[in-house]
T-cell receptor
Framework: ELKVEQNPLFLSMQEGKNYTIYCNYSTTSDRLYWYRQDPGKSLESLFVLLSNGAVKQEGRLMASLDTKARLSTLHITAAVHDLSATYFCAVDSNTGNQFYFGTGTSLTVIP | NAGVMQNPRHLVRRRGQEARLRCSPMKGHSHVYWYRQLPEEGLKFMVYLQKENIIDESGMPKERFSAEFPKEGPSILRIQQVVRGDSAAYFC????????????????FGAGSRLTVL
């Protein structure tokens, strides 16, 4: 079974600081997804990374993919309170039948 | 476009009762996925369906759980004889296509159904 690991699991950071969330996965795949979940809410798609070296940016978030290292990163620049949420990465199987989600990173941005 | 609609949003059942969770995919989406999320955990894949077909149910518990996606109507996740351990949020997601050659297969999630078993 494909495994997807995220670290850290919990992240508390001050406003204005930068940090990176890491997502490692255990098999070859060149499709990596990042989602955001607010407490008690559903998951919202943030980024889709489709090839080695792909980089996507939206506001203070930037995601990248290294398929050779089986690693994706989600970089947060100058964090603000509104970014507090749980972030999940996900990889789909080669057949597309399943999406494997990481354990999630719970981010809290404190003033 | 109403998005992925799940109901009920909250469901309370006593041990031994049945729970039925419904999911209507986004318009134009013919692929439905069900996930379970336990408190403070990630999402666990349960089942993947297309209209009238179960494509992959490798994440479904062998007993008490079943899913369907009929030709007409919503997808239904059915849990028989619920136990306390079934208490969780159940998320449905839909997508328009799948497969390695189809490019991105972004899932659109519903708001979830939160099951509490007393």
């Amino acid at each position: 079974e494909l495994k997807v690991e995220q670290n850290p699991l919990f992240l508390s950071m001050q406003e204005g600081k930068n940090y990176t969330i890491y997502c490692n996965y255990s098999t070859t795949s060149d499709r990596l997804y990042w989602y955001r979940q607010d407490p008690g809410k559903s998951l919202e798609s943030l980024f889709v990374l489709l090839s080695n070296g792909a980089v996507k940016q939206e506001g203070r978030l930037m995601a990248s993919l290294d398929t050779k290292a089986r690693l994706s990163t989600l970089h947060i620049t100058a964090a603000v309170h509104d970014l507090s949420a749980t972030y999940f990465c996900a990889v789909d199987s080669n057949t597309g039948n399943q999406f494997y989600f990481g354990t999630g990173t719970s981010l809290t941005v404190i003033p | 476009n109403a998005g992925v609609m799940q109901n009920p949003r909250h469901l309370v059942r006593r041990r031994g009762q049945e729970a039925r969770l419904r999911c209507s995919p986004m318009k134009g989406h013919s692929h439905v996925y069900w996930y379970r999320q336990l408190p403070e955990e990630g999402l666990k894949f349960m089942v993947y369906l297309q209209k009238e077909n179960i494509i992959d149910e490798s994440g479904m518990p062998k007993e008490r759980f079943s899913a369907e996606f009929p030709k007409e109507g919503p997808s239904i996740l059915r849990i028989q004889q619920v136990v306390r351990g079934d208490s969780a949020a159940y998320f449905c997601a839909s997508s328009p296509f799948t497969g390695q050659d189809s490019g991105a297969n972004v899932l659109t999630f519903g708001a979830g159904s939160r099951l509490t078993v007393l």
